[in-house]
């Protein structure tokens, strides 16, 4: 999973704009359902037709549907469970036909390429296992 580079903040009624152009992308209308679950510390959002359903891992899906103008209401118990409050900034994330939102950490994400898996910290930077193979190469030669 890689970060877009897209951080927006919760609203003071607990939405959250999803970019026009990961719509556009993902193929998301608006009033679209969008199912929501929680999968580790990111909230995942995914095109579903039913209004309830319950997920392969077990979690219960709650589907919410996009506004006009590219918002999703987060649900109450998810923001509580996460420790989201209004104005947090989220992150957007996409993998595959998912956009995952996660609480906005600055420093969780490598600082030449942004990936968010496999860092490692580097006097208070974290430097993905990529970057580190790239500046290697570069020691090297």
Do not use: W
Request: aromatic letters at 4%; one cysteine or more; proline letters at 6%.
């Amino acid at each position: 999973m890689k970060s877009t580079g897209i951080v927006r903040p919760v609203d003071t009624l607990d939405r959250i704009v999803i970019p026009k152009e990961l719509c556009n992308t993902l193929c998301i209308e608006p009033k679209e359902p969008l199912e929501i679950f929680v999968d580790g510390a990111f909230i995942v959002l995914q095109k579903h037709p039913e209004n309830t359903i319950k997920t392969a891992k077990g979690n219960l899906g709650i589907v919410r549907k996009v506004d006009p103008v590219g918002r999703v209401v987060l649900p109450k118990e998810i923001c509580k469970k996460l420790n989201i409050a209004p104005k947090d900034a989220l992150e957007i994330f996409v993998e595959g036909t998912k956009i995952m939102l996660c609480k906005y950490e600055p420093a969780r994400a490598c600082i030449f390429c942004g990936e968010v898996q496999d860092t490692v910290s580097f006097e208070g930077k974290l430097v993905c296992q990529k970057c580190i193979k790239s500046i290697s190469k570069l020691l090297e030669g």
